[in-house]
């Protein structure tokens, strides 16, 4: 080691690379450092691969002609999402919760003064992974449930209206999903508060709509959370009070944005 | 070098750090003594930007903490040992954070070696034992190669060997030229290790001052036995010394000196059994300092008897 008795040169001089870029490495690492990171990640793969399976071998033979020729295939075949979004949400949270949690937000925190750097490092590195991921096995699970599905009207190709579309917004979803849970992290801190609030929000509001005269359920209906955002990965919409999908999309999109931007905000007044 | 002007922290009506000012000057280890609650973890983080005060500041080589981009090559920090994420290697866990400030992974493996971790460098944190997480803790603030180095209870869980060890690396690392901040219960490990103290009580300065300062002060006890004891007990008042009767017969003195009272009893004629300088450890320093702190809510009588001078 060598002596350090003057203050050390200007600490960006002494580093050509850009400040940024190490952030997002160290982010990098971290999330691919811990067993969570795996283990979500394979039991969110594992849902939506094997219940597409599934639904491909055991649902046709139960299906009446009515109900085939008005089967969305592709929302079938992605059936498996209603679980793997869970798994995505708690890997969200946890990419900072879990700092929290164990303390190891200080040692971050003092590594890298900007906090805003660091959620936003958080952020990326997060969606870009749940993107790959989550958009790989929705492939699979279309492709599979093609490959194993039985009768005609449940064959579908990418071809058709609407399926890229839906299959590719499935991996959208799952990453807007991991991003309300770590928007919601950054404000809560918790994990468990922080996963049941994100289930609360998820789940509950779409229950409670049914409770609503009919008249509210087709105005404010379509904006509850998880029936906003799944309208992405639905091929073919019969439901007239639905948003459509990029517009769902986009309102879902807009409670993980909220919730990110109040984290934002709020990360650089308190105390860590 | 740290320097602290009138830090303050209020958790709502709580006062954690009352109007702190202090400074750990470079090539030196500095004590940082207080009771339990006392804020000296409150302090530590303010140092290291983690909590913001509620007004004063704090500079670490003349700016605040929070303004430097690539801090860890400035500072360096232990504070809770076992905060970090159990799952982790201790390998990924220098790692991640030596990425973050443009840090080598050679410098990595040497902190590693350093601190003899090397060998358990890919086993996830979440199965160490504290000392083994006092040991990465100390690996983590070293990985900068930084200035000043800031340590609350490090020797906390450590073996006598580690203890050992951390002794002679604080000590090492202050003659290096570093500033390091050290806080410790440990009265005897810091006695032997810190050359300043700053002793804090309920969030408010007491002392800074040196070790030899501290333990030297006014408050020296000399004890002495005499068969005229009464006679020098009157002596010793007459030259506005306090003496004090002991159940054992003999005296405790202060306000002289042992040469003013050998002088003084041979001049008279007084003879003298037993005349002892009780230099007082700096653990009763500290309690009595400490102790007037809590008991009397006057830390200032307590800076005007023992504050350096």
Same mark, same amino acid.
């Given at each position: 080691?060598?002596?350090?008795?003057?203050?050390?040169?200007?600490?960006?001089?002494?580093?050509?690379?850009?400040?940024?870029?190490?952030?997002?490495?160290?982010?990098?690492?971290?999330?691919?450092?811990?067993?969570?990171?795996?283990?979500?990640? @394979?039991? %969110?793969?594992?849902?939506?691969?094997?219940?597409?399976?599934?639904?491909?071998?055991?649902?046709?033979?139960?299906?009446?002609?009515?109900?085939?020729?008005?089967?969305?295939?592709?929302?079938?075949?992605? %059936?498996?999402?209603?679980?793997?979004?869970?798994?995505? /949400?708690?890997?969200?949270?946890?990419?900072?919760?879990?700092?929290?949690?164990?303390?190891?937000?200080?040692?971050?925190?003092?590594?890298?003064?900007?906090?805003?750097?660091?959620?936003?490092?958080?952020?990326?590195?997060?969606?870009?992974?749940?993107?790959?991921?989550?958009?790989?096995?929705?492939? %699979?699970?279309?492709?599979?449930?093609?490959?194993?599905?039985?009768?005609?009207?449940?064959?579908?190709?990418?071809?058709?209206?609407?399926?890229?579309?839906?299959?590719?917004? /499935?991996?959208?979803?799952?990453?807007?999903? /991991?991003?309300?849970?770590?928007?919601?992290?950054?404000?809560?801190?918790?994990?468990?508060? @922080?996963?049941?609030?994100?289930?609360?929000?998820?789940?509950?509001?779409?229950?409670? @709509?049914?409770?609503?005269?009919?008249?509210?359920?087709?105005?404010?209906?379509?904006?509850?959370?998880?029936?906003?955002?799944?309208?992405?990965?639905?091929?073919?919409?019969?439901?007239?009070?639905?948003?459509?999908?990029?517009?769902?999309?986009?309102?879902?999109?807009?409670?993980?944005?909220?919730?990110?931007?109040?984290?934002?905000?709020?990360?650089?007044?308190?105390?860590? | 070098?740290?320097?602290?002007?009138?830090?303050?922290?209020?958790?709502?009506?709580?006062?954690?750090?009352?109007?702190?000012?202090?400074?750990?000057?470079?090539?030196?280890?500095?004590?940082?003594?207080?009771?339990?609650?006392?804020?000296?973890?409150?302090?530590?983080?303010?140092?290291?930007?983690?909590?913001?005060?509620?007004?004063?500041?704090?500079?670490?080589?003349?700016?605040?903490?929070?303004?430097?981009?690539?801090?860890?090559?400035?500072?360096?920090?232990?504070?809770?040992?076992?905060?970090?994420?159990?799952? =982790?290697?201790?390998?990924?866990?220098?790692?991640?954070?030596?990425?973050?400030?443009?840090?080598?992974?050679?410098?990595?493996?040497?902190?590693?070696?350093?601190?003899?971790?090397?060998?358990?460098?890919?086993?996830?944190?979440?199965?160490?034992?504290?000392?083994?997480?006092? =040991?990465?803790?100390?690996?983590?603030?070293?990985?900068?190669?930084?200035?000043?180095?800031?340590?609350?209870?490090?020797?906390?869980?450590?073996?006598?060997?580690?203890?050992?060890?951390?002794?002679?690396?604080?000590?090492?690392?202050?003659?290096?030229?570093?500033?390091?901040?050290?806080?410790?219960?440990?009265?005897?490990?810091?006695?032997?290790?810190?050359?300043?103290?700053?002793?804090?009580?309920?969030?408010?300065?007491?002392?800074?001052?040196?070790?030899?300062?501290?333990?030297?002060?006014?408050?020296?006890?000399?004890?002495?036995?005499?068969?005229?004891?009464?006679?020098?007990?009157?002596?010793?008042?007459?030259?506005?010394?306090?003496?004090?009767?002991?159940?054992?017969?003999?005296?405790?003195?202060?306000?002289?000196?042992?040469?003013?009272?050998?002088?003084?009893?041979?001049?008279?004629?007084?003879?003298?059994?037993?005349?002892?300088?009780?230099?007082?450890?700096?653990?009763?320093?500290?309690?009595?300092?400490?102790?007037?702190?809590?008991?009397?809510?006057?830390?200032?009588?307590?800076?005007?008897?023992?504050?350096?001078?």
């Amino acid at each position: 080691m060598t002596a350090g008795a003057a203050p050390a040169p200007s600490d960006v001089a002494e580093h050509p690379r850009g400040y940024a870029p190490d952030v997002l490495r160290s982010e990098y690492w971290k999330l691919r450092s811990v067993p969570s990171t795996p283990w979500t990640l @394979t039991a %969110a793969v594992g849902s939506n691969v094997v219940i597409a399976v599934l639904a491909a071998i055991f649902i046709p033979g139960h299906l009446s002609a009515a109900d085939a020729s008005s089967t969305d295939a592709v929302r079938l075949s992605l %059936a498996g999402l209603h679980l793997s979004q869970i798994a995505f /949400g708690v890997l969200g949270a946890l990419v900072i919760t879990s700092e929290y949690g164990t303390g190891m937000v200080r040692a971050t925190f003092a590594a890298v003064p900007n906090r805003r750097l660091v959620l936003a490092a958080k952020a990326t590195v997060f969606v870009v992974t749940a993107l790959v991921v989550g958009t790989a096995s929705c492939f %699979a699970a279309y492709g599979l449930f093609q490959a194993f599905v039985s009768g005609g009207d449940l064959r579908s190709s990418l071809g058709d209206p609407g399926v890229l579309r839906a299959v590719i917004g /499935g991996g959208l979803y799952l990453s807007a999903v /991991g991003l309300l849970g770590l928007g919601l992290g950054a404000i809560l801190r918790s994990s468990a508060g @922080t996963i049941a609030t994100l289930f609360g929000l998820l789940f509950v509001p779409s229950l409670l @709509t049914s409770l609503l005269p009919h008249a509210w359920q087709t105005t404010v209906g379509g904006y509850v959370p998880m029936e906003a955002g799944s309208q992405i990965f639905i091929a073919v919409h019969h439901d007239s009070n639905s948003l459509g999908a990029w517009t769902g999309f986009g309102v879902f999109c807009s409670y993980a944005a909220a919730a990110l931007a109040i984290g934002f905000l709020i990360i650089d007044q308190r105390d860590a | 070098m740290i320097e602290a002007v009138g830090l303050s922290k209020r958790y709502g009506a709580t006062v954690a750090v009352d109007d702190l000012s202090f400074t750990v000057p470079p090539g030196q280890v500095t004590g940082f003594l207080g009771p339990n609650g006392a804020g000296k973890s409150t302090t530590m983080r303010m140092i290291l930007g983690l909590d913001t005060p509620t007004s004063g500041r704090v500079t670490v080589n003349g700016r605040p903490y929070r303004a430097y981009r690539r801090p860890l090559v400035q500072v360096g920090a232990l504070l809770e040992a076992q905060a970090m994420h159990g799952g =982790r290697s201790a390998y990924n866990h220098l790692w991640c954070l030596a990425v973050s400030n443009g840090i080598s992974r050679s410098r990595v493996e040497e902190v590693l070696d350093l601190v003899g971790l090397h060998s358990v460098a890919g086993k996830r944190v979440g199965g160490f034992s504290l000392g083994m997480s006092q =040991r990465l803790g100390i690996a983590v603030a070293l990985l900068g190669d930084p200035a000043v180095l800031i340590l609350d209870e490090p020797v906390n869980g450590l073996d006598p060997e580690g203890v050992l060890w951390i002794r002679t690396l604080v000590k090492s690392l202050a003659e290096q030229g570093r500033a390091v901040f050290l806080s410790s219960h440990l009265m005897s490990e810091m006695a032997i290790t810190a050359d300043r103290l700053v002793i804090i009580g309920r969030g408010r300065l007491i002392a800074q001052t040196t070790m030899a300062e501290l333990l030297n002060g006014s408050g020296t006890l000399i004890r002495v036995r005499s068969p005229q004891a009464e006679q020098l007990a009157v002596l010793l008042q007459q030259r506005g010394a306090t003496a004090a009767r002991q159940p054992d017969g003999g005296l405790h003195v202060t306000g002289v000196t042992a040469e003013e009272i050998g002088e003084l009893a041979r001049g008279r004629g007084v003879t003298l059994q037993e005349l002892a300088v009780q230099q007082p450890s700096l653990e009763q320093r500290y309690l009595e300092l400490t102790g007037e702190a809590v008991d009397y809510h006057t830390p200032t009588a307590a800076l005007a008897a023992s504050g350096p001078r």
